[in-house]
């Protein structure tokens, strides 16, 4: 079995089982208290993916809306911030490995995703990215037994990403998870500004951010234009940036937690 290693263990994350598993409990039930109420059945969220002590919090919103029993699948992307390349890659690995075991991926749902023209198979894309791996210490903790289709989001159009989205939209089994945080390294209050536009046209489902708002725009413009055509409702579950917990005031990142519900009048 050919397994993908943790890559940012000891990094973005704490690489002792114990200490991460201690770390995402608590999160989670912080997050948990203080968790909007859902209105209808949680189809995709979009998460923050910096390191756990400044964004983790924030993700931890996203992973307490998830019913274990609905989900046995996840559509997993995210941007690529190592390898540049075009389109969409896949791994070539069975499973990802991280302190808390293995996540096996999803073959089947490979070789669907390998029909659309702008997906790859691309094991460099993915063997330091940290936009899919950080999600999945958090999946294992609040999952039963699931499987993964990783995607790494390279040079590509958001209609070709809605495209493949589209193609599992009809598995109720499967969530969305889009992976990405939004503006960098403005001042604190700038930033709050920058990102209360960019979290209100999510909320509103306009398509067309861009990479200065969202380094994972062309996931989450994706998304909203599938949502947009499924009557999905967008509901913001937390927002926070880096200056809040702890970081440089003056350059700070900013992240949000966002579930889109189907509000029972699916577009067939």
Same mark, same amino acid.
């Given at each position: 079995?050919?397994?993908?290693?943790?890559?940012?263990?000891?990094?973005?994350?704490?690489?002792?089982?114990?200490?991460?598993?201690?770390?995402?409990?608590?999160?989670?039930?912080?997050?948990?208290?203080?968790?909007?109420?859902?209105?209808?059945?949680?189809?995709?969220?979009?998460?923050?993916?910096?390191?756990?002590?400044?964004?983790?919090?924030?993700?931890?919103?996203?992973?307490?809306?998830?019913?274990?029993?609905?989900?046995?699948?996840?559509?997993?992307?995210?941007?690529?911030?190592?390898?540049?390349?075009?389109?969409?890659?896949?791994?070539?690995?069975?499973?990802?490995?991280?302190?808390?075991?293995?996540?096996?991926?999803?073959?089947?749902?490979?070789?669907?995703?390998?029909?659309?023209?702008?997906?790859?198979?691309?094991?460099?894309?993915?063997?330091?990215?940290?936009?899919?791996?950080?999600?999945?210490?958090?999946?294992?903790?609040?999952?039963?037994?699931?499987?993964?289709?990783?995607? %790494?989001?390279?040079?590509?159009?958001?209609?070709?990403?809605?495209?493949?989205?589209?193609?599992?939209?009809?598995?109720?089994?499967?969530?969305?998870?889009?992976?990405?945080?939004?503006?960098?390294?403005?001042?604190?209050?700038?930033?709050?500004?920058?990102?209360?536009?960019?979290?209100?046209?999510?909320?509103?489902?306009?398509?067309?951010?861009?990479?200065?708002?969202? %380094?994972?725009?062309?996931?989450?413009?994706?998304?909203?234009?599938?949502?947009?055509?499924?009557?999905?409702?967008?509901?913001?579950?937390?927002?926070?940036?880096?200056?809040?917990?702890?970081?440089?005031?003056?350059?700070?990142?900013?992240?949000?937690?966002?579930?889109?519900?189907?509000?029972?009048?699916?577009?067939?």
């Amino acid at each position: 079995m050919d397994i993908r290693s943790a890559a940012v263990a000891d990094q973005f994350y704490p690489g002792n089982s114990k200490a991460l598993e201690a770390w995402i409990s608590r999160t989670l039930k912080e997050a948990t208290a203080a968790l909007p109420v859902p209105s209808q059945k949680l189809k995709a969220v979009i998460v923050p993916h910096a390191g756990y002590i400044y964004s983790g919090q924030t993700a931890a919103f996203s992973f307490a809306s998830m019913i274990p029993a609905q989900i046995r699948r996840i559509l997993l992307l995210g941007p690529a911030h190592r390898v540049a390349f075009h389109g969409m890659a896949v791994p070539d690995s069975d499973a990802f490995e991280t302190p808390l075991g293995q996540v096996q991926i999803d073959h089947a749902l490979i070789e669907r995703a390998l029909l659309h023209f702008d997906v790859q198979t691309n094991a460099a894309a993915h063997a330091q990215e940290h936009s899919l791996e950080v999600q999945l210490p958090f999946l294992q903790t609040v999952l039963d037994q699931f499987t993964i289709l990783p995607i %790494c989001i390279g040079s590509v159009e958001a209609d070709a990403v809605a495209e493949v989205i589209e193609s599992f939209w009809s598995d109720d089994a499967t969530l969305i998870v889009i992976s990405s945080d939004l503006s960098h390294f403005h001042s604190y209050q700038e930033a709050n500004t920058i990102d209360q536009l960019s979290i209100d046209m999510i909320l509103q489902q306009q398509s067309g951010l861009s990479h200065e708002q969202a %380094c994972g725009a062309t996931g989450i413009n994706a998304l909203l234009i599938v949502a947009n055509r499924h009557h999905l409702k967008a509901q913001l579950l937390d927002y926070r940036n880096s200056g809040d917990s702890g970081g440089d005031k003056e350059r700070v990142v900013g992240y949000a937690s966002i579930a889109f519900f189907n509000d029972g009048e699916e577009n067939v």
